[in-house]
C-alpha cells in the first residue's frame, strides 16, 4: 500500500513539473510563463518530496523533505515575482492579448520610477 502511495506522488509530481515544462515553451510571455513555472513545478516538487519522505520513512528524511517544501513555498512566489518585475522594467514585451497592465499607467520608463497609488506621476 506504501508503495501505491508513493508511486501515485511521484508520479503527479513528475506531472506537474511537465506541465511546468510544458508551460514555459508553449505559453506566450514572461508573467505567464512565470505563473506555470511557478505554481505546477513548485507543487510538483512538494508532491515529489511527499514521496520521498514516505519512501524512506526516517525522520532525517521527512524532516528534511518538510524543509525543502516549506523553503519551496517560501522562495517561489517571491523569486516568479521579483523575475517578472524585472523583466517588465526592462522592457519586456507582454502578450498582445494581455487584457489588463496596471503599471502601464505608474511606470516612468525614462526616470525608471513606479509611483504609488497616491502619485500623480511617475
Do not use: N
Not at 1 to 27: K, P
Not at 35 to 53: E, I, N, P, R, S
Amino acid at each position: 500500500m506504501t508503495e501505491l502511495l508513493v508511486c501515485t506522488l511521484l508520479l503527479a509530481g513528475a506531472s506537474f513539473m511537465l506541465l511546468a515544462a510544458i508551460g514555459v515553451v508553449r505559453l506566450p510571455d514572461l508573467p505567464t510563463r512565470m505563473h506555470a513555472t511557478t505554481k505546477a513545478g513548485a507543487l510538483g516538487a512538494m508532491l515529489t518530496m511527499g514521496g520521498v519522505a514516505i519512501y524512506f520513512a526516517d525522520s532525517a528524511v521527512s524532516a528534511r523533505a518538510i524543509a525543502i517544501v516549506v523553503f519551496i513555498l517560501l522562495t517561489a512566489p517571491i523569486a516568479a515575482h521579483v523575475i517578472g518585475r524585472a523583466g517588465y522594467f526592462t522592457g519586456v514585451t507582454l502578450w498582445e492579448g494581455t487584457v489588463k497592465d496596471e503599471l502601464r499607467e505608474r511606470y516612468g520608463p525614462i526616470s525608471q520610477r513606479l509611483a504609488s497609488r497616491d502619485d500623480k506621476r511617475p
